[in-house]
């Protein structure tokens, strides 16, 4: 399921820059720009740029630029479709929903009406809490006795659900929802047909965008056989390895402390809150996945988990952290005084103390485990154990360097010879290599063997197809999340000469695409097809070449090619490429042309210029490319057989029209031929 192209491009044309970012950031005059402090650096001096005239934002710092939805996905973490989503809301734009079948279609609209059905349950549960004499006397009064203020109460949107049978059931029925829908989320038993909540604080659980998702219950009372906490079954919206409690409160916070703390319970991350201490969540006592380790890193490198000081603390604290490692996160372990959670700990000595403990007392997880190890070290058999798992961590860890250095300290504080140690650490490593390309082979045999069945479906023919099928059927766009997994915009640091051609090519369709060239009759882009389109399908940098057939087919179709093409374009690496090539931190001064008479190639101020630009950067690819067919056409020559007279001769006179061609154009770019 997706957002229709029509739908995005609609969302990317309406976006202004400065509405979206002065959100966020306080922005002032200067020019035809506005400035503020860059939010994704500290900084004191603004050197954060915001253009209206391009709908683009740089900072000119910290180097990061783009537009509104790159700043969203910056900013705020957001997936492309949850910017698109979020723009599409504050424009007041209704998205249409691309859909590749009637399945998917299904499947769609059925997630929707999850999403409706929790938000009625949220509103039930607080009405139940706040205007019931039952909720106002057992809930509010537990929540309360917790020491929680009505304003996080109704942050954390938290409720309760009396012990009648079929309350949430027959009100949900007499508004309109489907049976099956409340036993599908778990609101209803489906056995029984009755609530399944009953007589419980209810705690809902959000998605990162702040949708209710799920639901996690109290009991209140004393009911030795019914559990503490029950929670909503998983569901199409509501998988648990995927979601930490709290993300949607915390997010913000987590991004601005650069760090996030991760506990076990609800209560502890809405009391760490009411304590100013906000960039919290609670993997609501369940380990680790690599889901959850892949949402926090969205916001952070950095975890601090703060765990019970007991036995079973310790435990926990071990369970899947290797994960962690894995994810190449920062991850630091804080062991709470025994007898204490978070909640009760920061009701004892306060905020400030319990900020300073967590601080004062966070273990590396390797030392963390050095620690343990230390405790048991009479014991060889333990302590093997314990120096094989501490070897399986450190090879678990992506960095090489940061691998080393732990690598060394560990050697020295397990007085072990350190190239044993090393040997060690590089047989893991190197069994993760392997695992990983197993892993990879096994997908890429399941990907053929389903291109081979859809050919044979399709065609009759069981042999494979001359080349694997794209990934997804022409003209449909891929899932958003994919949208992100374009090729990187090219880093500047490349050195290859047909990096820097390629480049400037790009750029001049970007700046100067629907300009048109009166001396030729016909625009930059159609002059630029004309004269290089041939080259196009010999571009090395796969987004360039990407991008120039983009340009020789809409120029083949007799559309226009411009910045816009690009800025509005669904895919991200099309429209960073557009944005960095087109933003400049300076603009030209009038004194440059009316006084000196100079003008820039780059600056379009009249068509001698940005017809000179283009000539330019087109005798420049073309001399590359006559360069490598001459290095090629020396390579044949060199291979041929002797006595092959015939064949060596026409290499020869090839070679010479080739070599004339390209003196002819060094003179033209004035080059000195070596």
Known sequence: ???????????????????????????????????????????????????????????????????????????????????????????????????????????????????????????????????????????????????????????????????????????ALNQGFKEESLKKLGLISRTSGMD???????????????????????????????????????????IKSKIVYGIYEAKKAIRKEEECLLVEGYTDVISLHQNGIENVVASSGTSLTVEQLQLIKRNTSNLKIIYDGDAAGVNAALRGLDLALEQDLNVKIVMLPD?????????????????????????????????????????????????????????????????????KECAQRLQIDEAILIGEVNKVVKA??????????????????????????????????????????????PPPDELAGDFAAPKKTEQNPSYFAEKEIVRVLIQHGDKQLLTENMTVAEYVVAQAGEIFDEFEHPVYKEIVLHCRHLVQKGKTVNYKTFSIHEKDSFREIAQELIISKYDMS?????????????????????????????????????????????????NLPKDDADAMLKLLKTQQKINAAITQLSKELNQVIL
């Not at 966020?24 to 720009?33: A, I, T």
């Not at 990983?436 to 044979?456: D, F, G, P, T, V």
């Open 1 to 171: 399921m997706s957002v229709s192209k029509k739908s995005i491009q609609e969302v990317l044309e309406t976006m202004q820059i400065e509405d979206v970012v002065s959100e966020f950031v306080s922005l002032k005059k200067s020019g035809p720009r506005l400035k503020g402090l860059c939010p994704f650096h500290n900084e004191k001096t603004p050197s954060f740029t915001v253009t209206p005239s391009l709908n683009m934002y740089k900072c000119f710092g910290c180097g990061n630029g783009g537009d509104a939805v790159k700043f969203l996905r910056e900013h705020e973490k957001f997936t492309f479709i949850e910017a698109i989503e979020w723009l599409a809301a504050k424009y007041g734009i209704t998205l249409e929903k691309t859909v590749y079948s009637d399945e998917q279609q299904l499947k769609y609209k059925e997630e929707e009406s999850l999403y409706i059905v929790n938000k009625f349950a949220q509103d039930y549960f607080v009405r139940q809490l706040k205007e019931t004499d039952e909720g106002r006397r057992i809930a509010l009064q537990y929540f309360k006795e917790r020491g929680f203020r009505d304003d996080i109460i109704e942050k954390f949107g938290l409720g309760y659900t009396s012990s009648e049978r079929e309350g949430l059931k027959q009100v």
């Open 196 to 238: 399944f909540f009953r007589n419980r604080v209810m705690f809902p659980i959000k998605s990162v965008s702040g949708k209710v998702i799920a639901f996690a219950g109290r009991i209140m009372g004393n009911h030795k056989k019914a559990p503490k906490y029950i929670n909503s079954p998983e569901t199409e919206i509501y």
């Open 339 to 407: 007898g204490d959670d978070p909640d009760s700990f920061i009701k004892k000595v306060g905020a400030t103390v319990f900020r300073s403990f967590i601080t004062e007392n966070a273990d590396d997880f390797i030392f963390f485990k050095l620690k343990l190890l230390e405790k048991d070290a009479t014991d060889p058999v333990k302590k093997t154990e314990m120096i094989k798992d501490i070897i399986n961590s450190i090879g678990k860890i992506p960095d090489p360097l940061k691998r080393n250095l732990y690598t």
């Open 432 to 477: 993760q290599v392997f695992n990983r390309q197993k892993e990879m082979n096994r997908l890429q045999r399941e990907r053929e063997r389903k291109a081979r069945q859809a050919h044979s479906t399709k065609t009759g023919d069981p042999s494979f197809p001359p080349e694997p099928p794209p990934f997804f059927p022409e003209g449909e766009m």
């Open 590 to 638: 009038p004194n440059w042309e009316t006084k000196l008479g100079i003008t820039l190639r780059t600056q379009p101020v009249r068509e001698e210029n940005f017809r000179k630009d283009t000539i330019l950067e087109v005798k420049k690819l073309r001399l590359l490319w006559l360069k490598k067919i001459a290095k090629q056409n020396t390579e044949r020559i060199k």
